[in-house]
């Protein structure tokens, strides 16, 4: 009897390891098509592209399929701006602050295919963005919102998550000397309070304007000020390490009392020998500027000294610029 029993336990669990290896064969996961761009902390992804004002910047997006094995037919997948998902977000995180709302990048500044290929036994593909960030003035957030397009007619089906399915994409372009600068060797005085403990900014952010130029806010005024537009500082770097302060706006008074100047220094990381740190360092920022705007009809006047410096992170092993830096 112990015989028969022993038999029929061992007949039971061979069948069962024969059902269990079967079920490997078949789809585990349903094969969902989703984008690869995860979203960041600010409901978005941000993405990096190089400046260049005379011909467009190539993005590669990817575009995969999910699921436990490989896509075993062509499939022709299909992209769209997505402008509704775009007002949705602004109003859920902004609500009534408009002027913290995220743009919608104008079409005149990118390009895409409408349909993207996933050859048989293939899992990827990369949509490729042509973006061209000439004049696009970088006191707005611009986003470029893509979404999967679904139909009955289509051979996939777009995955059921939200976040899968559509790209935010907070297009960010860079120059050579954009980024955000420590600020702690920056201080700004009231006219007149030399003496007194200055403002000092962690970080200061700048934009890029063109190839050679970036731009910054004057002295205290940050990105939260609803009018901080009216107090864009440009600067214009030289290849000769020299580098020129302006603003377009007279109502703020801008002085320059000292020509600024830049230098550049590069290492290798001790630690990970592929890595390079390069530090652009700004000296004899002197400037004065007036602040009309934050109590009517009352002008308020600062002043402006120190230095700036930036560190970009590039690890050497990775070809693609925009991969390779390590973005904060």
Known sequence: ?????GLLSLLA????????NDEWKDEQYEQYISFKAPVGSEGVTPIYVRYKSDVSTPYQLPIIISGSVNNSINRTVNIAVDSDTLK???????????DHYYKELESKHFSFP????????????????????????????WVLPLTLVDDPSYNYISHPRKYYKKALLRVIPFND??????GTGLKVYLDGSENETPIVKETI??????????????GNIDEERIDR???????????????KFSSENSDIEFKVNKDPSYVIMEEMDKVRPYLKHRYLTIHNIDYEYTDYTMIPNVKIKYKVQGSLIIERKLNTQIPDEDQAIEWD
């Open 1 to 5: 009897m112990k015989k028969i029993y």
């Open 13 to 20: 669990i061979l069948i069962l390891s024969s059902s269990c």
């Open 88 to 98: 949705q977000l602004n109003f859920e995180r902004f609500q009534s602050r408009v």
């Open 114 to 141: 409408q349909s993207v290929e996933i050859k048989s036994g293939e899992n990827t593909s990369l949509l490729e963005i042509n973006f061209s960030m000439k004049d696009v003035d970088l006191v707005d957030k």
């Open 177 to 182: 000397y954009s980024g955000r600068y420590s």
């Open 205 to 218: 952010p700048s934009y890029v304007v063109d190839e050679k130029t970036i731009f910054f806010y004057a």
């Open 229 to 243: 537009g009216k107090y864009k500082i440009y600067a214009e770097f030289s290849d000769q390490g020299g580098i």
